[in-house]
């Protein structure tokens, strides 16, 4: 599974983004799929993870009524639609895959997209 993040970019407070995922392979739609942030200087992070039938969503408090994470698998793409954008929420964005959404929400997945940089000004 071949991961690419883009729709990063600047952002002024209180604006919104999409990021999407595009994956290849045919197996995308077995997959759970998550989104991670890493802040300058500061560890990777769990954003928020969907199952592979998209009946399932998580989100760490941070993304909470912020964030929704949806997926089409006919396009083998997976999206963030991150609302309301704090300058806490600058980092560098990944998306990852794993057949174990246990996996996601733990931090660790199989396969790690490229990162697309969200910076959010003051």
């Known amino acids: 599974v071949q991961l690419q993040a883009s729709g990063g970019g600047l952002v002024q407070t209180g604006g919104s983004l999409r990021l999407s995922c595009s994956t290849s392979g045919r197996t995308f739609r077995t997959y759970d799929m998550g989104w991670f942030r890493q802040a300058p200087g500061k560890q990777r992070e769990f954003v928020a993870a969907?199952?592979?039938?998209?009946?399932?969503?998580y989100y760490a408090d941070s993304a909470k009524g912020r964030f929704t994470i949806s997926r089409d698998n006919a396009e083998n793409t997976v999206y963030l639609q991150m609302n309301s954008l704090k300058p806490e929420d600058t980092a560098v964005y990944y998306c990852a895959a794993d057949q174990d959404c246990l996996r996601l929400l733990g931090n660790d997945a199989d396969y790690w997209g490229q990162g697309t940089l969200v910076t959010v000004s003051s």
């Open positions: 969907i199952s592979w039938r998209g009946g399932s969503t």
